[in-house]
């Protein structure tokens, strides 16, 4: 938040500005830091009624996350004092809250505080991954680089993620607008050329007749599945959101035919990447297992990683855990791993992994948009033969009448 101010220094001078700060009491602490005596302290204006609607439904997504990172890994390298790297960056953000984020965390860091202590201040932003990260940095003296291996990393992160979300957005396109030509055909269309075929009395085709009664049923009782949807939709979501929960459907989308290997990958991928990250920061290997089995983002796959964890601490192997699942974890990557640790290079090892399961899921993306269009296309146009041979048929036959 900005708030104007006006004060009085020692000489006498009056000084009038504003200043960026995450409340008004840490505003006037800041003031008073200046040796200044403050006579007036106000939030500047917040702006129209519609401006603070959109910063209300703003939200930080990973994005946000990546810039900040690069951009405090420049200024740090640039050596630029964290406070004012902090300082600058909250300015040039465009999102409101992540901004407010950005300033309270220099407030803190000038206050004394260290920058993954106040990192930990907002673990829905900063996931303990990046907390440990900067903390590696801070006890190694390496920060700097610490930073520039981080917004690799997220950024590699952030690409994949985009990869496999972008490879929906063509067949959603394609089945949401499937659903409302559908949708309009059955409250405009098929009512007005029911009509005109029923009042010729002819005998109406299986096809047309079936086509018929389900437009029919669908304008009657269209709030029955539409509710039932609704609720079961519900009901799942507030059931994945446990922890029960969410294992379970984690198991089964691990048991899907054709997604489970595409999933697979990505969660490889993503244990690889974090671990190889992590190891190279000089995060102890327990601590790095553990870590990364919150990353991976599958309750299976965190299960089995703790395992090699509980391993490690043993003093085993992570390959030797590791290759006791063998359906979750394929050979070649317990072999691969087990090879980089007999030659002490785990984190590059892991990385060269990560990069080949990357190379993998852009080949599988490639793969199911190349085969998934057709598909679409050929099931699309299946449906509107049908829909207008109903109609053309009955049509056809009594102007063959006339």
Same mark, same amino acid.
């Given at each position: ?31 008073? @830091? ?64 992540? *901004? ?22 907002? /673990? ?84 047309? @007749? ?14 029955? /599945? ?24 984690? @198991? ?28 190279? *920061? ?7 297992? @553990? ?34 699942? /063998? ?66 048929? /009955? ?8």
């Amino acid at each position: 938040m900005k708030f104007q101010y006006q004060a009085r220094s020692q000489d006498g001078s009056v000084q009038e500005g504003t200043i960026e700060a995450s409340s008004k009491e840490n505003a006037l602490n800041l003031l008073r @830091r200046k040796a200044v005596y403050v006579t007036y302290l106000q939030e500047s204006g917040k702006g129209p009624f519609w401006t603070r609607q959109l910063e209300f439904f703003q939200h930080i997504k990973l994005k946000d996350v990546v810039m900040f990172t690069r951009q405090l890994a420049i200024m740090f390298t640039s050596s630029v004092s964290l406070v004012e790297s902090l300082r600058a960056i909250g300015r040039q953000t465009s999102n409101k809250q992540f *901004a407010e984020i950005i300033v309270k965390l220099a407030e803190s860091v000038e206050g004394g505080s260290q920058l993954s202590g106040a990192l930990e201040e907002y /673990p829905d932003v900063f996931s303990p991954f990046y907390v440990n990260m900067i903390k590696s940095g801070e006890a190694s003296g390496e920060l700097s680089e610490i930073l520039e291996r981080l917004a690799d990393h997220l950024e590699r992160e952030y690409n994949l993620t985009s990869k496999v979300k972008g490879a929906m957005i063509y067949p959603a396109f394609v089945v949401v607008m499937a659903v409302i030509v559908l949708a309009l055909m059955t409250f405009f269309v098929m009512p007005n050329i029911s009509r005109v075929i029923q009042e010729t009395g002819q005998e109406l085709p299986l096809i047309t @007749r079936i086509i018929l009664g389900a437009s029919d049923a669908f304008r009657s009782w269209a709030w029955v /599945p539409a509710l039932f949807l609704i609720g079961a939709g519900i009901a799942l979501f507030q059931y994945r959101k446990t922890s029960k929960g969410k294992a379970m459907f984690d @198991r089964w989308l691990l048991s899907v035919p054709l997604v489970s290997s595409f999933l697979r990958m990505v969660y490889l991928s993503r244990f690889a990447e974090s671990l190889s990250t992590l190891v190279a *920061a000089g995060v102890p290997i327990a601590e790095s297992l @553990r870590i990364s089995s919150e990353v991976v983002g599958n309750e299976q796959y965190k299960e089995i990683i703790m395992a090699a964890r509980d391993g490690v601490q043993r003093g085993d192997r992570m390959s030797s855990v590791l290759s006791l699942h /063998p359906k979750d974890i394929p050979a070649i990557f317990a072999q691969m791993l087990e090879a980089g640790e007999q030659s002490g290079s785990v984190d590059k090892t892991l990385s060269n992994v990560s990069r080949f399961y990357e190379q993998e899921i852009q080949r599988g993306v490639d793969t199911f948009l190349s085969l998934l269009e057709p598909v679409l296309i050929v099931g699309l146009g299946v449906f509107v033969g049908i829909v207008m041979a109903a109609v053309l048929i /009955p049509l056809y036959q009594i102007s063959s009448l006339q």
